[in-house]
């Protein structure tokens, strides 16, 4: 035996479409930012000269010409930042033991050791700045 809803329908009575189903709309999924873009792990853009280079590496200089710290040697040279401002070794050239300063002294290789894997940011990344 049917139901009195499908004897209804069998005779040609429409059901009422939901009125809240209208206003309803599909779910856009976000991306989870957090959890599925993996961060930059190395740098190569040098925000002095705007070029990628194989030896960018993060300055924290006084210099007032330059609000660039992502610095690659050629241009830190030109802006004679010394290599005791240098932060990291993370860069092509440092890891291949090819990083060498031409203003002042290159700091060793060693002096970085620690920083390379255990520095690593635990926030969000703004790449841009
Ligand atoms: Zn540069």
Not at 20 to 25: C, L, S
Not at 30 to 56: G, L, S, W, Y
Not at 105 to 111: K, L
Request: aromatic share 4%; proline share 5%; charged share 30%.
């Amino acid at each position: 035996m049917k139901s009195l809803k499908e004897q209804l329908l069998q005779a040609g009575l429409k059901a009422t479409p939901n009125p809240k189903a209208a206003n309803e709309r599909a779910k856009i999924k976000k991306k989870q930012v957090t959890e599925a873009v993996i961060h930059q792990e190395q740098r190569n853009f040098c925000e002095a000269c705007q070029q990628v280079r194989p030896d960018v590496e993060l300055y924290y200089h006084r210099n007032p010409t330059t609000e660039a710290e992502w610095i690659c040697v050629k241009c830190a040279d030109q802006l004679k930042i010394g290599d005791a401002c240098r932060q990291t070794a993370q860069s092509d050239t440092s890891i291949k033991k090819m990083f060498r300063r031409e203003h002042g002294v290159t700091r060793p290789a060693s002096e970085f050791a620690a920083v390379q894997r255990s520095d690593r940011p635990k926030g969000p990344v703004n790449g841009n700045r």
